[in-house]
């Protein structure tokens, strides 16, 4: 079936360095994904979006890459901090019809940023 | 503006009973959503609300329910609980036509 997965399930960094996070989509029909940062304890909080009519965006110290050719996504952090450990998801937003639209997760990536 | 709110943060059951969980959402958004995070199953889409109306369903059985009421705030029922409903209940919300949804911080739930 249709599915977003993760290439890596953890992830350590040095502080200061930059973070790649990986993500596989499988539906060729998605058109909207998004990146969730998850603290201990925490809900999913919203990183960043992007449609798939772009290549890439960026944020704050965020970039999401999108390459449809091979169906996979990207999420760099640039400067590694500390408060940066977290639990990543992407997410595939698909329209379900009459305005509803339903979000659906890869397993995630913990990442450890090491002082 | 403050974000989604959950409520209980933490819940302990037994099997067999049931159980309530409730969500505001943010101030202006009408729609609500339910989900499930398990460490087996990651995070799965329970049902969707809006304008008190369930407008989408996941894949969960029936003793998993919800509603909403005119002021958006939501609730979901579990009934007859058995020990694989032990998961973080994660309720979010989003502006009408608007994708990006925001999540509250979850209600956990352990069932003994």
């Known amino acids: 079936g249709e599915s977003v997965g993760l290439h890596l399930p953890t992830l350590s960094v040095q502080e200061g360095d930059n973070s790649i996070i990986n993500c596989a989509y499988s539906?060729?029909?998605?058109?909207?994904f998004i990146w969730y940062k998850q603290e201990s304890g925490k809900g999913p909080q919203f990183i960043i979006d992007i449609r798939s009519n772009m290549d890439k965006r960026q944020g704050q110290r965020v970039t999401v890459l999108l390459n449809k050719t091979v169906k996979h996504l990207s999420l760099q952090i640039a400067a590694t901090q500390p408060g940066d450990s977290a639990v990543y998801f992407c997410a595939e937003n698909k329209y379900s019809g009459a305005g509803s639209y339903q979000l659906t997760f890869g397993k995630g990536t913990k990442l450890s940023v090491i002082p | 503006k403050a974000g989604v709110t959950q409520t209980p943060r933490y819940l302990i059951k037994t099997r067999g009973q049931q159980v309530t969980l409730s969500c505001s959402p943010i101030s202006g958004h009408r729609s609500v959503s339910w989900y499930q995070q398990t460490p087996g199953q990651g995070l799965q889409f329970l049902f969707e609300?809006?304008?008190?109306?369930?407008?989408n369903k996941g894949n969960f059985p029936g003793r998993f329910s919800g509603r909403q009421f005119s002021n958006s705030r939501s609730e979901m029922n579990v009934s007859t609980l058995e020990l694989g409903d032990s998961a973080l209940y994660l309720c979010?919300?989003?502006?009408?036509?608007?994708?990006?949804?925001?999540f509250g911080p979850g209600t956990r739930l352990l069932v003994l």
């Open positions: 609300y809006f304008s008190e109306t369930q407008r």
């Open positions: 979010a919300s989003n502006l009408d036509n608007q994708e990006t949804q925001y």
């Open positions: 539906n060729s029909a998605s058109d909207y």
